[in-house]
T-cell receptor, first 115, second 114 residues
């Protein structure tokens, strides 16, 4: 079965703190994609990153970085020097098959950044 | 480039009533998805269209939910009759053809069934 677990329901930090959002996935497929989406209060899901199962290189984009480790089935997301605008719900998602584009989402982590 | 458009943004109905949601995907996107997001949960795929054909509707409650994508562009999702447990945000997304391609989401329609 395919599953995504985001164990952290809610995280609160003060501005400029670093914060890591955890994501653990389950799949028996060898080919799959992992995604992170941001959902601000407006409700629209905003795409942040896609990573395929054959590429374990970590990625950095500005204050955002992602750590993909197949050995632990994890795809964690770190925000460096958090800002109030980072406050949102963050979802990790898994896509496992070429036959369907279905995304399997975790339950999300609500991040609150206080000034 | 215009994003995915959805209407209405909010809808309140009583149980057993009918409701319809509309989605206009990003121009040129062949694939369209409808997701249901219940409060506190991640989105769950209801149905996926490739052009005007259904690719995956395995999680669509077909006794009350229906969807169509005539002419392979706009899509409507209908619930008839609605139940209390249908209260959720209904998200539409679209993507270009191809594997592993990111999906672009609309703002969603928040449905409250009383």
């Amino acid at each position: 079965a395919q599953k995504v677990t985001q164990a952290q329901t809610e995280i609160s930090v003060v501005e400029k703190e670093d914060v890591t959002l955890d994501c653990v996935y389950e799949t028996r497929d060898t080919t799959y994609y992992l995604f992170w989406y941001k959902q601000p209060p407006s409700g629209e899901l905003v795409f942040l990153i896609r990573r395929n199962s054959f590429d374990e290189q970590n990625e950095i984009s500005g204050r955002y970085s992602w750590n993909f480790q197949k050995s632990t089935s994890s795809f964690n997301f770190t925000i460096t020097a958090s800002q109030v605008v980072d406050s949102a719900v963050y979802f990790c998602a898994l896509r496992v098959s070429y036959n369907t584009d279905k995304l399997i989402f975790g339950t999300g982590t609500r991040l609150q950044v206080f000034p | 480039e215009a994003g995915v458009a959805q209407s209405p943004r909010y809808k309140i109905i009583e149980k057993r009533q009918s409701v319809a949601f509309w989605c206009n995907p990003i121009s040129g996107h062949a694939t369209l998805y409808w997701y249901q997001q219940i409060l506190g949960q991640g989105p769950k795929l209801l149905i996926q269209f490739q052009n005007n054909g259904v690719v995956d509707d395995s999680q669509l409650p077909k006794d009350r939910f229906s969807a169509e994508r005539l002419k392979g562009v706009d899509s409507t999702l209908k619930i008839q009759p609605a139940k209390l447990e249908d209260s959720a945000v209904y998200l539409c997304a679209s993507s270009l053809e191809g594997s592993g391609i990111e999906q672009y989401f609309g703002p969603g329609t928040r449905l409250t069934v009383t």
